[in-house]
């Protein structure tokens, strides 16, 4: 089991999004997962920072 920690921070007009993803050194063949998790977050991300430019 892993954990994502999200934290909005406000910066100006803005915020800042951090996000923490621990437990991965417990987790069976991490190398893999990490690759895996990398880009659907990219992918997520990307997402939400494209819908901010578009609004």
């Not at 089991?1 to 910066?11: A, E, F, G, N, P």
């Not at 803005?14 to 063949?29: N, P, W």
């Not at 690759?35 to 990219?42: C, E, P, Q, R, S």
């Amino acid at each position: 089991m892993t954990t994502v920690t999200w934290t909005l921070d406000q910066i100006g007009d803005g915020t800042r999004l951090t996000m923490q993803h621990t437990g991965l050194a417990e987790v069976d063949a991490p190398f893999g997962l990490i690759m895996a998790l990398d880009a659907g977050w990219d992918q997520h991300l990307g997402s939400l920072r494209n819908s901010a430019n578009d609004g």
